[in-house]
């Protein structure tokens, strides 16, 4: 009977779980599986069939519970596994007699539970399958190879006592990590409930400061108020004030009486001038002798003024109208002191010009990349290669 094979194989407890329920005439071997992770979710978990050797298929969801129905007369491996778990293994031999296949198989049950995979621990077992079904002759069912379980049950029993004790190692840091997260977390609060306390204390202290300046404020509003009305109320006083004077003199300039106007002297009238004569007109004189003597004077020749039209013989002087060549101002040139450095790097090599005048000093950089590319700068701005050779390799004077 079945029941007695359970009893056989209780060690595998933790491993898998088998059990009948009910018996039917089929022409497959129909399996209900149930899929588990210790202290953890089925993300990431998955179960591969393999049927005669060779890969059939990949279960990725649905693995909580599921049902399958495996071919008569072969041979299946149901794989079970999970990053950072132990993978575990069931072997299913469907091979049966004819008569067994006529009469039907009842439904096998199991659950497959996975657990850490922890340094230290051998298992080595668990490359070979937990668990082997096969046709019973005697139950004329499905049921577990009780030789093979009995085979690899001293392995298996040394590998869950390891698997155990890492597990108390690990309950047990784990209560030391929660230990150390509550009070991590206790400390935290209690920063936290302190910080809540000076913050706020520091709003009161600010809130209070607020208040305080409020009421300054409001009293300098109000003085400065009281202020603006008075000097207002000043203002208008004396507008008044002024307002009634100038009516007063107005009133005093009315009721007096106007002022006698002078008697006016008549203006001195200007006599008429005569006007000049005009000048006598310029006459030319020509200094000369006179050839034939006059009548009644001696035979020397006299000297005489004669009238004369000639034109004068002074003649202006020329205008040069060339202009004239002014003198060339030469400025003097500054001197410019030049300092040339040649920098070697791995990966690039530097030509560092310096010019300074005495007033300013202006850097010029050629930077050539060992990769073939060459770049300028001047005063660290990026130029270009004219104005780099231009100005930086120009002859200085």
């Known amino acids: 009977m079945r029941t007695g094979t359970l009893q056989v194989c209780a ?19 129909q399996v209900n599986g149930r899929f588990k992770v210790e202290d953890g979710s089925l993300d990431g978990a998955r179960m591969i069939v393999y049927k005669n050797g060779e890969k059939q298929r990949t279960l990725n969801s ?19 596994e999970k990053s950072g778990f132990v993978t575990k293994r069931l072997s299913f031999d469907t091979h049966a007699p004819a008569e067994a296949i006529t009469n039907g198989f009842t439904p096998f049950e199991f659950v497959v539970s996975l657990f850490k995979q922890y340094d230290g621990v051998n298992t080595v077992v668990f490359n070979q399958p ?17 030789d093979y379980t009995k085979s690899i049950q001293s392995a298996l029993e040394e590998t869950m006592r ?50 305080e300046a409020a009421r300054e404020k409001a009293k300098a509003d109000k003085e400065a108020a009281e202020a603006a009305k008075r ?17 007063a003199a107005e009133a005093r300039k009315k009721a007096e009486p106007p002022p006698a106007s002078p008697a006016r002297e ?25 050839k034939e003597p006059v009548s009644g ?65 202006t850097e010029y950089r050629k930077v050539t990349h060992k990769y073939g590319q060459t770049f300028y700068f001047k005063d660290g701005q990026s130029t270009s290669r004219l104005v780099y050779e231009r100005e930086a390799l120009a002859e200085v004077r």
């Open 11 to 29: 060690f595998i407890g933790a491993l898998v779980f088998a059990s009948a329920t009910g018996v039917r005439a089929q022409s497959n071997f």
């Open 130 to 146: 937990v668990g082997m079904i096969r046709f019973d002759k005697n139950t004329q069912d499905f049921d577990y190879d009780t």
């Open 297 to 361: 004077e001696d035979q020397r020749r006299t000297l005489a003024v004669r009238e004369s039209s000639e034109p004068s013989p002074v003649r202006p002087a020329p205008v040069n109208e060339r202009s004239e060549t002014k003198p060339e101002i030469k400025r003097p040139v500054p001197e410019i002191l030049r300092n040339e450095e040649l920098i070697v790097e791995p990966n690039q090599v530097i030509v560092r010009i310096q010019l300074d005048n005495g007033k300013e000093r």
């Open 231 to 247: 000097e207002e109320a000043m203002k208008q006083a004396q507008a008044k004030k002024a307002a009634d004077e100038l009516r």
């Open 62 to 80: 649905g693995l909580a519970k599921f049902t399958m129905d495996l071919d008569l007369n072969s041979n299946y491996i149901l794989e079970f």
């Open 162 to 211: 390891n698997v155990a004790a890492k597990q108390e190692q690990e309950k047990g840091r784990e209560e030391i990590e929660a230990k150390e997260k509550a009070r991590a977390a206790a400390e935290q609060a209690k920063a936290e409930a302190e910080a809540a306390k000076e913050k706020a204390r520091a709003d009161a202290a600010k809130a209070k400061e607020e208040a």
């Open 266 to 290: 008549p203006k001195p009238v200007a006599k008429p001038r005569k006007p000049a004569p005009p000048p006598p007109p310029a006459r030319s004189v020509d200094k000369g002798l006179r």
